[in-house]
């Protein structure tokens, strides 16, 4: 074999190294990319603690009457058919025109009502002035016991000076901090319940 069939043969084999190669890279820039695992999302959060808050808890069209009163005024009505008839002032103010949907309105209010915060302990007579609370809230319902909400003293040393005040809801014994607003609110009474008013 001479030399130039020799240099010829390496030639060759070379190009077939080289073929080889690039063929093989193809291959693996070709090659299918592993699945990935879909992430899974992360599980809902825990619900927030405001409904924990809720001093009442009824279905507005089952309840039949509720009556709110407060240190300077008792406001009690009760449903009839689509409307509601006022019990209680009688009589009532000259002029006064009882309104179905703010009482509808007022009683949605109610049903939202929440504290503030849950306080250490259960609320003593003294706070709640249970024979006087400061704001009685009486549900009445449909084949189920009235739900009661109390609102007592004002608690002292709130935080941030907010003005507070005791208060005990239908749901359980503990006891609540509730705004001293809640109370200002609902001593409008008469006012609540016409379209001048507004809950």
């Known amino acids: 074999m001479n030399k130039r069939m020799i240099v010829v043969l390496g030639v060759l084999a070379l190009l077939l190294v080289a073929f080889l190669a690039l063929r093989g890279g193809s291959e693996t820039a070709e090659a299918p990319m592993p699945a990935v695992a879909p992430v899974e999302a992360p599980a809902s959060a825990a ?22 009163r407060t240190d300077t005024t008792t406001v009690h009505v009760a449903r009839e058919g689509e409307q509601w008839v006022l019990i209680e002032p009688r009589p009532p103010p000259e002029g006064f025109v009882l309104d179905a949907a703010q009482t509808e309105a007022l009683l949605a209010w109610l049903g939202a009502l929440r504290a503030t915060r849950v ?14 609370p400061s704001v009685l809230i009486e549900i009445f319902r449909e084949a189920a016991p009235p739900q009661t ?29 509730v705004p001293e607003a809640v109370k200002t609110r609902l001593a ?12």
């Open 119 to 132: 306080l250490e302990g259960a609320p003593t007579e003294a706070q709640l002035d249970a024979r006087s």
């Open 149 to 177: 909400v109390l609102l007592g003293a004002p608690i002292p040393g709130s935080p941030d000076g907010a003005k507070e005040l005791y208060a005990r809801g239908a749901l359980d014994a503990r006891a609540y901090a």
């Open 47 to 68: 619900p927030a603690p405001a409904d924990e808050l809720r001093l009442v808890r009824f279905v507005q069209s089952k309840v039949t009457r509720f009556k709110v």
């Open 188 to 199: 409008r009474g008469l006012e609540l319940f016409t379209t001048s008013g507004s809950p």
